[in-house]
């Protein structure tokens, strides 16, 4: 009878309150709980073997000691584990789960003819400056929204790249780095190609501050005004930048639209200006008589 009852109590110990509280890790401290449940266990299960005669008690008894030497080993690798790197374990865990979907992506276009409503937008004319000197970086051209711009050409193509946080935070200080291939521009007759490589060199673009969605994505344009140099751009699948309220830089991926780079050709000289009527000669003025 006595054996009976240490094994519900042992099994009633163990099932309803130790291995809940290890499961559902509540707030309060859950191995306070898990060692007084496995002490009292082991007392419950002593009283219940107590009857039996000296040699079958110390056989039974050589589990309970290996039980309680693994428990204690156990408690103390986790109180190691859980106690001494809790803000670790909670940065990493959080950074898995809330890793921004970042995406980038450049398509050919032309330089706007009309100024956007934020009466803004960045751009780049790509020539192969020294790293050293010129770590890249792009600017920005500001103007009344909606009002026409004239670049003094009938056609201005660029590529115009564009990087989207579709993740569940905005960030900060975000930076992506292009590669760029700057090669001698071979002019066959109206056919231009690509010879010798003048320059291979990184080129940094900084975002201020990178919004959520495509309402707030950053936008760039890169154009080429040398018509002796092609650049070959290659867009980049990682992205540094900080969360918001916080100090540390991170690395993240970036998905891209192409692993291949995208040429950008020389845009066509600006338009001769249009020519103004010659003033009438004085032969020409005056009233005229017919005979």
């Given at each position: 009878?006595?054996?009976?009852?240490?094994?519900?109590?042992?099994?009633?110990?163990?099932?309803?309150?130790?291995?809940?509280?290890?499961?559902?890790?509540?707030?309060?401290?859950?191995?306070?709980?898990?060692?007084?449940?496995?002490?009292?266990?082991?007392?419950?299960?002593?009283?219940?073997?107590?009857?039996?005669?000296?040699?079958?008690?110390?056989?039974?008894?050589?589990?309970?000691?290996?039980?309680?030497?693994?428990?204690?080993?156990?408690?103390?690798?986790?109180?190691?584990?859980?106690?001494?790197?809790?803000?670790?374990?909670?940065?990493?865990?959080?950074?898995?789960?809330?890793?921004?979907?970042?995406?980038?992506?450049?398509?050919?276009?032309?330089?706007?003819?009309?100024?956007?409503?934020?009466?803004?937008?960045?751009?780049?004319?790509?020539?192969?400056?020294?790293?050293?000197?010129?770590?890249?970086?792009?600017?920005?051209?500001?103007?009344?929204?909606?009002?026409?711009?004239?670049?003094?050409?009938?056609?201005?193509?660029?590529?115009?790249?564009?990087?989207?946080?579709?993740?569940?935070?905005?960030?900060?200080?975000?930076?992506?780095?292009?590669?760029?291939?700057?090669?001698?521009?071979?002019?066959?007759?109206?056919?231009?190609?690509?010879?010798?490589?003048?320059?291979?060199?990184?080129?940094?673009?900084?975002?201020?501050?990178?919004?959520?969605?495509?309402?707030?994505?950053?936008?760039?344009?890169?154009?080429?005004?040398?018509?002796?140099?092609v650049p070959n751009m290659m867009m980049p699948n990682r992205l540094t930048a900080q969360r918001i309220g916080s100090s540390e830089t991170e690395t993240f991926k970036m998905?891209?639209?192409?692993?291949?780079?995208?040429?950008?050709?020389?845009?066509?000289?600006?338009?001769?200006?249009?020519?103004?009527?010659?003033?009438?000669?004085?032969?020409?003025?005056?009233?005229?008589?017919?005979?």
């Amino acid at each position: 009878m006595r054996q009976t009852i240490a094994r519900i109590g042992v099994n009633i110990l163990i099932t309803v309150v130790a291995i809940p509280v290890l499961l559902t890790a509540i707030k309060i401290d859950p191995w306070l709980i898990v060692c007084v449940s496995v002490a009292a266990a082991v007392l419950i299960h002593l009283w219940g073997i107590a009857p039996h005669p000296e040699r079958t008690w110390r056989k039974m008894m050589w589990p309970i000691v290996v039980m309680i030497v693994g428990g204690i080993v156990f408690a103390a690798g986790a109180t190691w584990y859980y106690v001494a790197h809790p803000k670790h374990a909670q940065a990493t865990a959080v950074a898995a789960k809330a890793s921004p979907k970042l995406l980038i992506q450049c398509d050919t276009a032309l330089m706007p003819r009309v100024m956007p409503p934020s009466g803004r937008f960045n751009s780049v004319s790509l020539a192969p400056i020294d790293p050293t000197s010129n770590p890249g970086g792009y600017g920005f051209h500001t103007g009344t929204p909606n009002a026409r711009i004239d670049w003094g050409r009938e056609f201005f193509p660029a590529f115009r790249c564009e990087v989207i946080n579709y993740g569940p935070e905005p960030l900060k200080n975000a930076s992506v780095e292009f590669s760029a291939v700057f090669r001698k521009a071979v002019h066959k007759g109206n056919i231009t190609e690509q010879g010798d490589e003048i320059l291979r060199r990184p080129w940094l673009m900084n975002i201020p501050r990178l919004g959520i969605g495509e309402a707030e994505k950053f936008e760039v344009y890169l154009y080429n005004l040398d018509p002796d140099v092609v650049p070959n751009m290659m867009m980049p699948n990682r992205l540094t930048a900080q969360r918001i309220g916080s100090s540390e830089t991170e690395t993240f991926k970036m998905d891209r639209i192409s692993d291949q780079p995208f040429t950008i050709f020389a845009a066509p000289p600006p338009s001769p200006p249009a020519e103004e009527p010659s003033p009438p000669s004085p032969s020409d003025i005056g009233p005229k008589t017919t005979r």
